[in-house]
């Protein structure tokens, strides 16, 4: 009996250090490094994947990853459904150079200016600060059996700081963080530290939200998050092959407002970078919705062939993971309205400004996102500061309810879990005056 060949198969080795600090209140919690050497092998039988990993790959040789190729075939035997495999550029792009590269600073100094940050944030009136450093640095090797091979070097690190303000038993926080490829970024940002802890102690005099439906201004962080988790995740293509995304069977189609153009693009150098995608594919900008139409999907090679209607290139995962199809660079395009006229355009309603997180449902199109305060908005000014306020709604109707965008993107970087991985990736966008929004308060 003749041996079985895969169809195709692909190695991606991953050699890296990770670094992280934690302090809390002063105390240094945690300050350590680990280790990683391991390998994804997948093949492609006669009907799906089967997938292989090994830790101390270097190890392995080509003897090892020629029977990890035969192991993972063998463990595709037992897929049902035939998987193919769109056919793909590949390319590498350089990747950006460093300011001050984090690996050259001892352990010891990044705790201090990490410390540094969090002292500035201990202020009277503060209960609670935490303050956290995260480094990842490491090599990709990728190969495949297709004759394509390919390395890079990559470091990414960043901090968040958090501070507490109570007053009578009642909590407020707030959440300043930075997170780049282009270097350590650590220094001299002490006044961070004290922007968290003095918006902290400004929310706990804010008045409660008023809720109802209303017109708003989305700050560029917020209206970030909304073309993250709202657009970018209904337009991955593993969603719209599994029939869970609001945005199946519609490219072509008017699904926003005219003012909106939405992409993802891996080739800029922000945190959500991509020299190349998990998978061997060049990276490029995709535009997910242009001037209101949706154009592309997100893909891999697999949805790319089941679904069409996109490009690949968006493939990504963590560490060892297997690669599924995720966001990198996700924003609005800039529009041409100044935030004078964003806030006669809004009349009276409320500027919403920053996250704390939220819920996304793409199959069912709707959404919860919690802003961090906001500002009441009278007769086309900015007048008081609010607290405790929501954003929710059905994503379509929301796009056709963006009314005017702003000349001031900003990118916010930050990590993107999915499929249980988290992957680096930035939002951004300019303000965004949102019409008949259904802001969520006190007696909303």
């Not at 540094?116 to 303050?131: D, F, K, L, M, Y």
């Not at 059905?394 to 991985?421: E, F, S, V, W």
Request: net charge negative.
């Amino acid at each position: 009996m003749a041996t079985e060949e895969p169809r195709y198969y692909d190695v991606r080795h991953l050699v890296g250090t990770s670094t992280h600090i934690d302090i809390e209140n002063g105390t240094i919690e945690a300050a350590g490094q680990s280790f990683a050497d391991s390998a994804i092998v997948r093949a492609l039988g006669s009907a799906g994947w089967g997938m292989v990993v090994i830790d101390n790959f270097s190890d392995a040789g080509e003897s090892g990853m020629k029977q990890a190729v035969a192991d993972a075939l063998s463990l595709s035997r037992a897929t049902g459904e035939r998987v193919e495999l769109a056919q793909v550029q590949t390319g590498l792009l350089p990747v950006p150079g460093v300011k001050e590269d984090p690996r050259e600073v001892s352990l010891e100094e990044k705790t201090e200016l990490l410390a540094s940050i969090e002292s500035a944030a201990r202020i009277p009136g503060i209960v609670n600060t935490r303050a956290r450093y995260i480094e990842s640095e490491g090599t990709v090797r990728f190969m495949d059996s297709s004759g394509n091979e390919f390395g890079y070097e990559m470091v990414r690190s960043g901090y968040s700081i958090l501070a507490v303000a109570g007053r009578g038993g009642e909590m407020q926080m707030a959440r300043e963080s930075e997170h780049a490829i282009t270097g350590l970024n650590m220094r001299h940002r002490e006044e961070k530290g004290r922007e968290a802890a003095v918006r902290a102690l400004l929310l706990l005099d804010a008045e409660p939200a008023r809720g109802g439906m209303m017109n708003a201004i989305l700050d560029p962080e917020l209206a970030g998050v909304f073309a993250h988790e709202a657009i970018g995740h209904a337009s991955e293509g593993d969603l719209v092959k599994e029939g869970v995304s609001v945005l199946k069977g519609m490219t072509g189609q008017q699904i926003a407002s005219p003012v909106v153009t939405v992409v993802d693009d891996p080739t800029l150098p922000e945190f959500g970078f991509m020299p190349v995608d998990a998978e061997g594919s060049a990276v490029q900008r995709t535009e997910i919705i242009r001037n209101g139409i949706l154009t592309n999907y997100l893909h891999s090679r697999e949805t790319l062939a089941a679904v069409g209607d996109g490009v690949a290139g968006h493939a990504r995962a963590e560490g060892s993971s297997s690669p599924i199809v995720r966001m990198s660079n996700t924003f609005i395009e800039n529009g041409d309205a100044t935030m004078d006229e964003l806030l006669e355009g809004c009349k009276t309603g409320i500027l919403l400004k920053g996250s704390r997180g939220g819920q996304v449902d793409p199959g069912r199109g709707v959404f919860q996102f919690n802003a961090e305060y906001g500002y009441v908005i009278e007769d086309g000014e900015q007048r008081g500061m609010v607290r405790d306020v929501s954003l929710s709604g059905d994503i379509l109707t929301t796009m056709h309810n963006i009314a005017l965008c702003g000349t001031d993107r900003k990118m916010t970087p930050g990590y993107c879990g999915k499929g249980g991985q988290s992957v680096p990736v930035t939002d951004g966008s300019p303000h965004l005056l949102l019409k008949s929004a259904v802001v969520g308060g006190r007696n909303a």
